[in-house]
C-alpha cells in the first residue's frame, strides 16, 4: 500500500511538473497507416485549434489492456485516450480500468440535431466506449490462382478442390468457428446458439479440421496481405484496409471476397483515474474527433466505415489515389450484402473456454 | 619484553585485544563494501527481485473473492457443495447486499471476469445482472432468491454455486491445478476434459525444442569459434563483425528475413526448383512447423554461443595440443583429448545462455512457428496481455521459472557450476 502512495505521489508530482511546460496529451493508437490517418483527421486539426496542446503518439494499443491494468495497479496513468477494439474496450469497462463516458451530453451531436446516442446507434456497445471506425474481417483471393471461378462465397476457404492452395486464417477462435459453423450448414441466425454448446463447439473444429493441413494460421495483420502478394496462398482472411492498401495501393492481383465478413469496432476510451484536469482535456480532445466531419475526414487516408451514420454521406474521395472510397467501404451496401457483427456479449464469456480448446486442438 | 610469558590475549596498540579489534576492523571493512554495492543492490531489489515476486505471488493470491463477496462467502460455509440444489435465502440475501456494494465500487464486474476462467458466462451473469441489483430497493424485497432467479435462472444453477464456494477463500491452488491441465472438481483434484489439456504438451515441447536448439548451436558454433580462436588475429576480428553483424540487427527483421527464405515460394523452394531438384508442385514446407522455429532460433541464439566459445578457447595455451603431437598424438586424439576438455567451460556457459534464453522466448516462435512450434511462453504472453489470466500467466512462469532452477542445480551437479566460464 505504501508504494502505491508513494508511486501515486510521485505520478502526481512528475505531472505536475510536465504540466507546467506544456499541455501533454498521450494519445495511444495501433501506429502504422491507422496512426496516419488519425494524426491527418484528428490531430492535427485538433492542435491546429488548440495551439495549447500538444499531441503524443504511443502505438501500444495492442497491449493497451494489460498496461492499462499494470498502470492503475502502479497508480500512475500516463496516457489520456486509448484507441482500441471494442472487445477491449468491455474488458476494460469490466475490468474498472475505463472512464464511463455519456454519449448525449459529452458527445457532439449530429448536424441536423440527431443526438450522439442516436447517431452512433446500436455500435456503442460499452458504457465506456466511443467508437470511430467500423472496420471488417474478411477475406482476399489471388484472382491468378482461381481460375475462371473466382469465389463469391465464403465457404470457398473449405473448398480446397476447386480452389487448392494454402489459405491463411487467424490463430484464434473468433471469426473462424462462426465461418465454419455457416460452412457446416448452420443457419446464420442459429450460429450463436450451436456454439454455445459443447458439441457445436466440437463441430465447429471439426470443420476447420478438414483444412488443417492447408491453414497458415497468422496472429499480425500484416501476415496475411504478404503472404497473398507472395504467392503463398490462395487466400486468407485479414482486416479490410489491410486488403485496401495491396490491391489499390500496391496493385497486387488480389480481389476482395467480401462475403460474410464479420464487422467489428474500433474506438476510444479514457482511462480511469486521470485527474480532473487531464479528464476534461481528453473528453474535449473525444468531443472534436467524434463529430460527424471529423470521422467522414479519417475515411479519406483509410478504407474503414465511420461510426456515425451521419458520417456516411460525407466520405468523399481518397487524399493521394483520388478514388472515391465509398465502394471500398466495409458498409457499403454492395459489400454489405451477408454480414456478422461481432458478438461481443458472446465472446466476453466464452473466448477463454473455447480458446483453450481451440489451442489445445491446434497443438494436436 | 617477555613475550613468551605472556598468557593474556595480545593486545593491540590501543589496548584492545587484537582478535577484537581485528574483528571490527573486518565489519568495518565489510560495511564499506555493503555501501559501496547498495545502490546497486538496491536497484536490483525494487526493479528485478520485488517485481517478480510479486507477479509469483499471483498465482497462489485470490482474495478478490472474499473482499468482494464477505458475506456470501461466510453464508456460503452452510451449503454443502455436493448436494445438487441451491444455497438457501441467507446465501442470496447476503449476496444483494455485497453486489450493491461491489457494484456502488463497480468491482462486481471485475469478479465477473475472474470467475469466469473457472466457469464460462459468470462474466456476463455479473454484468447484465448488476444493471439490475444496482435499482433494487433492498428493504421492500421478501425473498432474494426469486429476485435472483427473475434476473437470471443461472444464479440457480448449483455449479455457479460449487465455482464460487471452491474459490472462495483468499489463496487458491487452482492457477497450478490449471497449468497442469487439471482442475478443482467437487471431490477433489481431476483432469481436465481431454480437448482442454494443452500446457503440459507445451511444457514438454518447449523443453524438448530448447535442447534441440541448444544442440545445434553447439554443432555449429563450435566450429566456427574454434575457427575465430585459432586464425591470426587480422582475420578473426573480421570473422568476429560477422557474427556481430547479425547480433546487432533487430530479432523481427532477423524472423522476417527467415520467413522470406523458408516459405515455399521463398529463395530456398524457388532455388531448389530451379535447379530441378525439386518439382514445382511439391515445394518442401520448411516455415510455420518447428523446423522453422529451430532453423530461425539456432541462427538468433548463435553469437550466444560462439562468444562464450570463444573467449574459452583464446585462453588455451597452443602449446599443448603442439606438445600432445610432438609426444605422437594424431590430429584427432590431441583434440579430443587435450584441446577439447579444456573449452569444456565454454560449452556448458555458452548452453546455459542458450537454453535459458530460447525457454522464455516467444516472438520468433509466434511469428514462424505455425501450430506445432510454439512454445509455453506464447501461451504466457496470451493470459498476460489478451485474457488478462495473470494468475495462470504467474503460474505458468513460476513453473517455467522452477524447471529452469531444476535444470540449473542438475547442471552444477553433474558437471558443476565453477567449470562455466565466459572468458
Known amino acids: 500500500m505504501k508504494t502505491r502512495n508513494f508511486l501515486a505521489i510521485a505520478g502526481a508530482v512528475a505531472f505536475a511538473a510536465s504540466g507546467a511546460l506544456a499541455q501533454d496529451m498521450t494519445i495511444v493508437s495501433w501506429g502504422g497507416a491507422y496512426s496516419k490517418s488519425q494524426q491527418n483527421a484528428y490531430h492535427d486539426p485538433y492542435m491546429a485549434a488548440n495551439p495549447g496542446v500538444n499531441i503524443i503518439n504511443d502505438e501500444s494499443s495492442a497491449e493497451a489492456v494489460a498496461k492499462l491494468r499494470a498502470m492503475n495497479e502502479a497508480g500512475n496513468i500516463t496516457w489520456d485516450v486509448v484507441d482500441v477494439v471494442a472487445a477491449d474496450a468491455i474488458r476494460l469497462c469490466d475490468e474498472g480500468l475505463a472512464m464511463e463516458i455519456d454519449a448525449d451530453s459529452q458527445l457532439a451531436p449530429a448536424p441536423d440535431g440527431t443526438s450522439a446516442s442516436d447517431d452512433f446507434g446500436d455500435l456503442l456497445v460499452s458504457d465506456c466506449f466511443i467508437p470511430q471506425i467500423v472496420y471488417s474481417t474478411t477475406f482476399g483471393y489471388r484472382t491468378d490462382m482461381v481460375g475462371d471461378t473466382p469465389p463469391t462465397d465464403v465457404c470457398a476457404i473449405f473448398d480446397t478442390e476447386t480452389y487448392p492452395g494454402k489459405r491463411s486464417l487467424e490463430k484464434r477462435p473468433i471469426n ?27 463441430r465447429a473444429l471439426d ?45 497486387q492481383p488480389v480481389a476482395m471476397l467480401w462475403d460474410a465478413q464479420v464487422f467489428d469496432l474500433d474506438g476510444w476510451i479514457i482511462p480511469a483515474g486521470l485527474s480532473d484536469e487531464r479528464k476534461q482535456a481528453a473528453l474535449d480532445y473525444l468531443y472534436f474527433a467524434t463529430d460527424t466531419q471529423r470521422l467522414a475526414d479519417q475515411a479519406k487516408y483509410i478504407s474503414y466505415g465511420p461510426a456515425r451514420a451521419s458520417s456516411a454521406p460525407l466520405v468523399g474521395k481518397h487524399a493521394d489515389l483520388g478514388i472515391d472510397m465509398a465502394p471500398h467501404m466495409p458498409t457499403d451496401p454492395e459489400n454489405a450484402k451477408n454480414t456478422f457483427l461481432y458478438n461481443y456479449e458472446f465472446w466476453a464469456d466464452y473466448r477463454d473456454d473455447i480458446d483453450a480448446k481451440f489451442q489445445a486442438w491446434l497443438a494436436k | 619484553m617477555s613475550d613468551a610469558t605472556d598468557t593474556g590475549p595480545v593486545l593491540s596498540a590501543d589496548g584492545k585485544p587484537l582478535k577484537k579489534s581485528l574483528a571490527i576492523a573486518l565489519r568495518r571493512e565489510k560495511m564499506r563494501a555493503l555501501m559501496l554495492i547498495a545502490p546497486l543492490l538496491l536497484f536490483i531489489l525494487i526493479t528485478f527481485i520485488m517485481p517478480i515476486a510479486d507477479m509469483l505471488f499471483r498465482s497462489v493470491e485470490n482474495s478478490i473473492v472474499p473482499n468482494t463477496l464477505p458475506e456470501t462467502v461466510v453464508a456460503l460455509q452452510d451449503w454443502d457443495p455436493n448436494s445438487d440444489e441451491a444455497p438457501d435465502e441467507a446465501v442470496y440475501a447476503a449476496l444483494a447486499r455485497d ?118 548451436c553447439v554443432l555449429l558454433g563450435y566450429p566456427i569459434a574454434f575457427l575465430l580462436a585459432n586464425l591470426p588475429t587480422r582475420t578473426s576480428n573480421l570473422l568476429l563483425i560477422l557474427v556481430l553483424l547479425p547480433f546487432w540487427t533487430s530479432l523481427l527483421v532477423r524472423t522476417s528475413a527467415w520467413k522470406v527464405m523458408l516459405q515455399q515460394q521463398g529463395v530456398i523452394n524457388d532455388t531448389l526448383v530451379w535447379l530441378g531438384l525439386v518439382d514445382d508442385g511439391a515445394r518442401l514446407i520448411m516455415i510455420n512447423n518447428q523446423f522453422g522455429t529451430i532453423v530461425a532460433m539456432t541462427h538468433i541464439l548463435l553469437p550466444f554461443m560462439i562468444l562464450p ?99 540449473y542445480w542438475v547442471y552444477d551437479k553433474i558437471v558443476g557450476i565453477d567449470n562455466v566460464k565466459l572468458g
Not at chain 2, 471431490?187 to 535442447?211: C, H
Not at chain 2, 548452453?351 to 512454445?375: A, D, R
Request: hydrophobic share 40%; aromatic share 12%.
Open chain 1, 176 to 202: 473462424n468457428f462462426e465461418w465454419a459453423l455457416i460452412c457446416d450448414g448452420v443457419a446464420k441466425d442459429e450460429v450463436y446458439d450451436v456454439m454455445e454448446t459443447p458439441e457445436g463447439q466440437q
Open chain 1, 207 to 251: 470443420k476447420l479440421a478438414t483444412i488443417k493441413d492447408d491453414v497458415i494460421w497468422w496472429s499480425a495483420g500484416a501476415d496475411t496481405p504478404q503472404l497473398l502478394a507472395d504467392g503463398e496462398v490462395v487466400m486468407g482472411s485479414t482486416y479490410n484496409g489491410r486488403l485496401f492498401s495491396v490491391i489499390e495501393e500496391q496493385k
Open chain 2, 99 to 216: 453486489m450493491q456494494i461491489a457494484i456502488e465500487e463497480k468491482s462486481h464486474t471485475r469478479l465477473g471476469s475472474r470467475l469466469n476462467y473457472e466457469m464460462t458466462g459468470i462474466s456476463s451473469l455479473f454484468r447484465k445482472s448488476g444493471r439490475q441489483i444496482k435499482r433494487w430497493d433492498m428493504e421492500g424485497i421478501d425473498s432474494f432468491k426469486a429476485e435472483f432467479e427473475d434476473l437470471d435462472e443461472d444464479w440457480l444453477d448449483p455449479e455457479l454455486w460449487k465455482t464460487l464456494s471452491t474459490y472462495s477463500s483468499k489463496y487458491t491452488s487452482g492457477y497450478f491445478l490449471n497449468s497442469v491441465d487439471l482442475q478443482k472438481g467437487a471431490d477433489g483434484v481431476v483432469r481436465r476434459d481431454e480437448n482442454q489439456r494443452i500446457y503440459i504438451t507445451l511444457f514438454k515441447r518447449t523443453l524438448f525444442m530448447s535442447l534441440v536448439i541448444m544442440g545445434s
Open chain 2, 309 to 407: 566459445l570463444y573467449s574459452v578457447m583464446q585462453t588455451i595455451p597452443v602449446s599443448y595440443v603442439r606438445a600432445a603431437k610432438s609426444l605422437g598424438a594424431t590430429n584427432w586424439t590431441s583434440f579430443w583429448r587435450v584441446y577439447f576438455p579444456q573449452s569444456v567451460p565454454g560449452i556448458g556457459a555458452g548452453c546455459i545462455l542458450v537454453f535459458i534464453l530460447s525457454i522464455g522466448y516467444y516472438i520468433t516462435p509466434e511469428l514462424v512457428g505455425g501450430t506445432k512450434g510454439v512454445f509455453i511462453s506464447n501461451r504466457i504472453a496470451y493470459h498476460i496481455s489478451s485474457s488478462l489470466n495473470w494468475g495462470l500467466a504467474a503460474a505458468l512462469g513460476t513453473i517455467l521459472l522452477v524447471a529452469v532452477l531444476t535444470l
